[in-house]
């Protein structure tokens, strides 16, 4: 926990009043227990505070909103179920529906918002984009009080990409899919983390987004300098807080740390 904090206050000093928690699947390794202690302690640096983890169940979330979580964001990856059981083949995650449910359960435990994501590719990603927004759009019907997000994938290339895929799809042929499609949803959405492309990033501010991350080291203990692991992925988009803040400055526009405040 004393490593959390050291991270915690490095990013708050940058200027950021909003912060995403991740870890992966595991709950051994990543307990809600170990996800709240962690949470409690960006409450008292941050604003607004995130998840996207494993989807867990409605008390479980409802102690993490207790924590001080506002927001849940959930990557079903594909919602074609056929491809979807030859992606995961065991463990908790290959239950389609308990994570197709994960954002309600999260509502239900009294969350503020909840955020939705597939990661275009795995199926026809016309389709995939599609459902994400319908998936949203029918959840909102039912809880309107919720804060819907969407958030688009990395469009990064890939070792032999066009080997895995026959069909080839171009980073350009998704967004202008999967942005549209996702944006025009009733519930007018946040489109959160659009994308690691800069100039993509700096393109779509004016489009849709009304997130975007800023100052991003995806390494464990990257922000104050004490690496303890390797990079999650690799990004494209460098740049500091102050350099993403000038750049939407640069699109005439505001950019405001956190929509949200309690008192």
């Known amino acids: 926990m004393d490593e959390i904090e050291q991270e915690l206050k490095a990013i708050a000093e940058t200027g950021l009043q909003e ?3 991740l870890t992966g ?21 941050f604003r607004v505070i995130g998840i996207e983890i494993y989807p867990l169940n409605v008390d479980e979330y409802a102690y993490l909103h207790e924590c001080g ?4 964001t959930v990557f079903q990856e594909t919602y074609d179920d056929q491809k979807y059981k030859t992606l995961h083949l ?10 197709l449910n994960a954002q309600e359960r999260a509502l239900m435990g009294g969350m503020r918002g909840v955020g939705f994501a597939a990661l ?11 459902a994400t927004g319908l998936h949203a759009y029918l959840l909102q019907r039912k809880y309107p009080h919720a804060e819907i997000a969407f958030s688009c994938p990395r469009l990064r290339p890939i070792i032999n990409n066009d080997k895995i895929n026959p069909r080839t799809y171009t980073s350009r042929s998704c967004c202008r899919w999967s942005v549209p499609t996702a944006s025009s949803c009733r519930s007018h959405p946040s489109l959160s983390r659009p994308a690691s492309g800069r100039h993509f990033r700096d393109n779509i501010i004016g489009i849709a987004a009304t997130k975007i991350s800023a100052g991003v080291d995806v390494g464990i203990g990257g ?9 999650q992925f690799e990004i494209s988009d460098g ?5 993403v803040y ?3 400055c640069d699109h005439g526009l505001q950019p405001v740390m956190a929509d949200y405040l309690y008192v």
């Open 90 to 99: 065991g463990g908790h995650k290959r239950i389609f529906p308990y994570r």
């Open 19 to 21: 912060i995403l928690i």
């Open 69 to 72: 979580v506002d927001y849940v």
């Open 246 to 248: 000038q750049a939407i």
């Open 239 to 243: 740049r500091s807080v102050d350099e």
């Open 120 to 130: 275009l590719g795995l199926s026809d990603f016309r389709k995939d984009a599609f």
């Open 25 to 45: 699947e595991s709950r051994a390794m990543s307990p809600v227990s170990y996800i709240g202690e962690a949470v409690k302690l960006a409450r008292k640096y």
């Open 223 to 231: 922000h104050s300098g004490e690496d303890k692991g390797d990079e």
